[in-house]
C-alpha cells in the first residue's frame, strides 16, 4: 500500500537507475549497493516498482561520494550523514587525523619499497624470501631501534646504528649484509651440504670480512660494549621477535652443522699443531 502511494508521489523530474547511473558515474551495481546498505535509498518507485532517483538523491550521492573520497568507512558513511552542524566538523577532524596517520604509512610504505629496490640490485641474484627480509626489516626499524636502546649502550647503537648522516654508512653495511646472507641461502638451494668445501670457503671469506670490519673500528670496542654484545648473543629468541626471522628451522640446523665443521677442523689442525710440537720437542 505504500509503495502505491509512493508511486502517486513520483516528483516531475525522475531518473530511472540506468540513466542516473550514467549522470553520476556511479555504477548501477553501486547504486544497488548503496540501497541494500540503506545509505541512498531512492526517493520512489515506479508503478513497475523501478527505482527512481531525484536531484535531492544527486546531493545525498554526492555527500556520500565525498565522504568515501575521504576515506570514511561505509558504516560511519551513514551515521555522518545525520551529523548536525559541530557534529560533522568534529568527525572531519577526526578524519583528517586519521588520513595523516596513513600518509605517514603511505610515505613509510614508499621509503620501503625505494630502499629494498635500491639494496638489491637486478645482478645481485638475491633470493625471494631474502628480499622480502629486507622489506621487512625496513619497516620495523623503529621498534628494532627501541629494543636494541634497552639492551645497548649509547655508543654501540650509534657505532653500528646510526641516524641522520651516518645512516648512509649503516645502509652500505646492512646491503653487503644481505647479500652475504642470500649468498648462504643459494648455497643451501644448490644442495651443498655444510661440510662441503665451497661452504667451507663461504665461511672463511665471510670470517675475514668481520675480522676486518671489527678491525677496523675506531676507536676499538671498550669492555661494557663487547659485554653488551655478548648479552644479547644469548638472549632467548623470544626475547627478540621485533627483529626479522633470517632463516629457517631448516636453514639452523645447516648453519649449525656448518658451524661444527668448522670448528672441528680447526681443533683437529690446533691438536695436529700441538702433537708436532710435542714431537719437536722429545727430539
Known amino acids: 500500500m505504500s509503495s502505491q502511494k509512493e508511486a502517486l508521489l513520483i516528483p516531475s523530474e525522475t531518473y530511472s537507475i540506468g540513466t542516473f547511473a550514467k549522470l553520476t558515474g556511479v555504477t548501477e551495481r553501486t547504486l544497488r549497493f548503496y540501497h541494500t546498505k540503506k545509505l541512498l535509498v531512492p526517493s520512489c518507485y515506479n508503478e513497475q516498482g523501478h527505482r527512481l532517483y531525484t536531484v ?33 566538523r568534529d568527525s572531519l577532524e577526526r578524519q583528517r587525523k586519521l588520513l595523516r596517520q596513513k600518509r605517514d604509512q603511505l610515505d613509510q610504505m614508499l621509503r620501503t619499497l625505494d630502499h629494498t629496490l635500491e639494496t638489491s640490485k637486478p645482478d645481485d641474484d638475491l633470493e625471494n624470501d631474502t628480499l622480502l627480509l629486507t622489506m621487512y626489516s625496513m619497516s620495523t626499524e623503529e621498534q628494532q631501534r627501541q629494543w636494541l636502546e634497552e639492551y645497548l649502550p649509547a655508543s654501540l647503537l650509534e657505532r653500528f646504528w646510526p641516524v641522520g648522516e651516518g645512516s648512509s654508512r649503516w645502509r652500505a653495511i646492512e646491503r653487503e649484509s644481505i647479500q652475504w646472507i642470500s649468498r648462504l641461502k643459494k648455497l643451501m638451494r644448490e644442495g651443498y651440504l655444510p661440510e662441503d668445501e665451497e661452504v667451507k670457503r663461504f665461511v672463511q671469506e665471510l670470517f675475514a670480512r668481520i675480522s676486518g670490519v671489527m678491525s677496523n673500528l675506531n676507536p676499538p670496542l671498550n669492555e661494557a660494549e663487547n659485554q653488551a654484545l655478548e648479552q644479547v648473543s644469548k638472549l632467548d629468541f623470544s626475547q627478540m621477535f621485533r627483529f626479522p626471522v633470517t632463516f629457517t628451522l631448516k636453514e639452523e640446523v645447516y648453519i649449525e652443522r656448518m658451524w661444527d665443521h668448522i670448528l672441528d677442523e680447526e681443533n683437529e689442525s690446533i691438536g695436529g699443531e700441538h702433537s708436532a710440537q710435542g714431537e719437536s720437542n722429545g727430539d
Open 56 to 88: 535531492q538523491d544527486l546531493i545525498k550521492l554526492q555527500q556520500i561520494l565525498t565522504l568515501k573520497f575521504l576515506d570514511y568507512p561505509l558504516e560511519r558513511i551513514a551515521e555522518e550523514l545525520q551529523a548536525q552542524g559541530d557534529d560533522l
